[in-house]
């Protein structure tokens, strides 16, 4: 094998030999985020203008253009000299400072985004008068290691210019421009016009051992304000089966951008205001008339509301109370907010106990009531801009494209859900600066959310590049493929939920003589985090969209693609490094010598291209938010990994005696790598791992 090197385009600067600082690649990206924010508001003047007059000119326009070649032109040194940088610094032995630990983090780490970076770069200086083209990069392990497929859609364009060129002399014409990299040992054409790209071992090995020093680097992406909703319980109920999706999609979601180091703010979008608190509130005060001194001692709340509402249907001056109530709390009644916020705390402690189980954390509880005092700056805004219609004494708002309007006020004034979640996304654009907001909820919301976007969009609040995603959800389903229900047909609470599922992990584990091999608190610890991580995963790893099958029997099978198979995988894993007699400072430490990792058997080599194939699964899973993809690479992680332990030895042992009498370092290497990155995944779909299983 040999290297291929080719000369770097003519627009690179010339001092890529030596090490930037990184005030100076920092100015560089100022430079960039400069022009983006110059774009963006430039855009946003143009659709104005647009949309008020056919005779606007061409400067603006011609503007954005240059715009964006600068920016283009920005980014691309950028990546060119972080990844001259690093190198630098490898050579050097910075590789452990603070800067080399994150150099992994850079666009080199990614190796789909570093490929994808040489082949856009390559395009445009083959074909300078072509606009841009998407690379086409994608991993392929059948004829290369990865395989970009620009060469047919240019052709198709040269061909509409009246220009006629091959596919194989457009690919290798774009791999006579590619620049030089250690990530590429080779590149060759394939078939017709294939660009099969094998990436240099060495290269892939020293990103492994960097990971090992440093720990999993999050690759880098363009830092964003979010605002993720999910969970929303109602305020005096239980948590149900319903919740389930909701909280652990939403947390999943949430953990994978705190990983890739966005700004993230989680919401609980209570359900803590409406009618039904006007009896809540009466039955309160007959039941504990000193409630405004003493806290009441109410522990099942469930029953609570069950005891008001039977009386609300049953007693006219009881009924009559409670109306007055939901008067008096909507006027911010002293007393009345007082026994409202007490009924609220009750509920919260319970949902938090519910989190604490599913390693839920971070959720701020902002519910309905947080936007009553907004809801008519929305109203007030709307109407002055004209965007609200009057309607059998409503006033409702419509959108393009969607059938539905809104219901922003009542015939009665009130206002409605439809105002609550429009003040709710002007407050998180507004208030929060958010440029990205996510809800996960149902998807059968999906054609209100759609309504709220829309409606927002042509208020212009979403101006400037905001992203919203609704991230929705089909339901549970029995083992009978119906709505999952108790036997008697009540809706399942979580708790009860929760319960079971530790009772059958305990059950397993015993069944597997587990309880004799480990103490009495790391067989707790297996059987909670078993149990919860089962539940957690069976969910995540089928595709949200879809409904599925709440099955503990499968979920809690050790074979396939479940939890239970990954977390002993894991522990497996682990354990191979124990009977080694090497612990993890003793593996760190070699890391950080410079120990080298072979990748010369097939096995090893399929293991590392995926272990470095983990940036790119989790940049992608937030394209789409289907946390699914990460499931389905975690379990090609592990399988791969049993390939390769069955293949190559890492610890060898005297038959006799059972003594170690070799160690083989680098695919020990190779397996705290592994250990590493399936700890990521899990700690990014909040599963806790075990020691011992």
């Keep these: 094998m040999h290297d291929v090197r080719h000369p770097l385009p003519h627009h690179q600067p010339a001092a890529l030999g030596n090490t930037m600082s990184a005030e100076q690649l920092e100015q560089y990206n100022r430079r960039a985020e400069q022009a983006e924010e110059e774009i963006r508001q430039l855009h946003s003047t143009l659709q104005k203008l647009l949309s008020g007059s056919a005779n606007s000119n061409d400067t603006d326009s011609e503007e954005v253009a240059r715009l964006r070649a600068e920016n283009q032109k920005l980014r691309y040194r950028v990546g060119i000299l972080r990844r001259a940088t690093e190198e630098e610094q490898a050579k050097s032995g910075g590789a452990h400072s603070k800067t080399g630990s994150t150099a992994m983090a850079g666009g080199a780490q990614c190796l789909f985004v570093a490929l994808s970076e040489l082949f856009s770069a390559a395009i445009r200086a083959a074909f300078p008068d072509m606009d841009e083209v998407a690379t086409a990069v994608n991993s392929n392990s059948r004829f290369g290691d990865y395989q970009c497929n620009a060469a047919l859609p240019i052709v198709k364009r040269l061909k509409d210019k009246g220009v006629k060129m091959s596919p194989r002399d457009v690919a290798q014409k774009i791999i006579d421009c590619v620049p030089s990299s250690p990530l590429v040992e080779r590149l060759e054409v394939a078939g017709a016009g294939f660009i099969n790209v094998f990436v240099n071992k060495t290269f892939a090995a020293e990103q492994l051992r960097l990971m090992i020093v440093g720990g999993v680097p999050a690759p880098t992406v363009p830092r964003r304000r979010v605002v993720i909703d999910y969970s929303s319980p109602n305020i005096a109920k239980e948590m149900h089966v319903g919740h389930l ?40 005060a007959d039941k504990f008339p000193n409630f405004r001194t003493e806290t009441p001692p109410i522990t099942d709340l469930q029953a609570f509301y069950k005891e008001s509402k039977k009386r609300f249907d049953e007693d006219e001056a009881f ?20 026994a409202w916020k007490l009924i609220c705390a009750v509920s919260e402690r319970e949902f938090e106990k519910i989190y604490e189980r599913l390693n839920v954390h971070g959720l701020v509880p902002r519910g309905e009531s947080f936007y009553q005092s907004r809801m008519q700056g929305v109203v007030q805004q709307l109407t002055e801009a004209g965007f609200l219609e009057e309607d059998d004494g409503r006033k409702i708002m419509f959108a393009p494209g969607c059938d539905l309007p809104l219901t922003v006020v009542k015939s009665d004034g009130g206002f409605t859900y439809d105002t609550s979640d429009m003040a709710a996304l002007r407050q998180r654009i507004q208030e929060e600066r958010a440029d990205w907001l996510i809800y996960v909820v149902d998807a059968g919301q999906g054609a209100h959310l759609q309504s709220v976007f829309a409606c927002a969009r042509r208020a212009g609040w979403l101006d400037g590049g905001v992203r919203c995603d609704h991230v929705g959800f089909g339901v549970v389903l029995g083992e009978d493929k119906k709505k999952f229900k108790t036997r008697s047909g009540d809706t399942v ?65 050790d074979r396939g693609n479940t939890a239970a198979y990954l977390l002993y995988a894991l522990t497996r894993i682990r354990s191979i490094s124990r009977r080694a007699q090497l612990t993890p400072e003793q593996l760190l430490e070699a890391a950080r010598a410079g120990t080298a990792i072979q990748l010369l058997h097939e096995k090893e080599w399929k293991l590392a291209r995926v272990l470095l194939r983990f940036p790119e699964v989790v940049v992608r899973v937030t394209e789409d938010l289907f946390i699914h993809s990460l499931c389905d690479y975690l379990y090609e992680l592990s399988t791969t990994f049993t390939e390769f332990y069955d293949n190559c030895y890492c610890v060898e042992k005297d038959r006799q005696t059972g003594e170690v009498v070799n160690v083989n ?24 791992t075990v020691q011992k299983m």
Excluded: P
């Design 493 to 557: 609470r979580l708790v009860d939920l929760l319960d079971e599922g530790v009772r059958r992990a305990q059950e397993k584990l015993r069944e597997k003589g587990r309880d004799q091999e480990l103490t009495a608190d790391e067989l707790r610890e297996a059987q909670e985090n078993v149990a919860y991580g089962c539940i957690k995963y069976a969910d995540l790893s089928h595709n949200r969209n879809h409904e599925y099958v709440f099955s503990f029997d499968k979920m809690l099978d």
């Design 245 to 284: 999706r909701s909280t652990i999609i939403g947390d999943s979601i949430a953990r994978l951008l705190d990983f890739l180091g966005h700004d993230v703010l989680r919401i609980n979008h209570l359900g803590d205001w409406g009618t039904q608190f006007g009896m809540l509130i009466a039955h309160l």
């Design 319 to 338: 009924k009559k109370r409670a109306y007055d109530c939901v008067v008096r709390l909507q006027s911010y009644e002293e007393d009345i907010i007082k």
């Design 665 to 688: 370092m680098s695919r020990m290497l190779l397996c705290e790598a592994t250990a590493q990155v399936m700890t990521r995944c899990f700690d990014i779909l909040g599963i806790k």
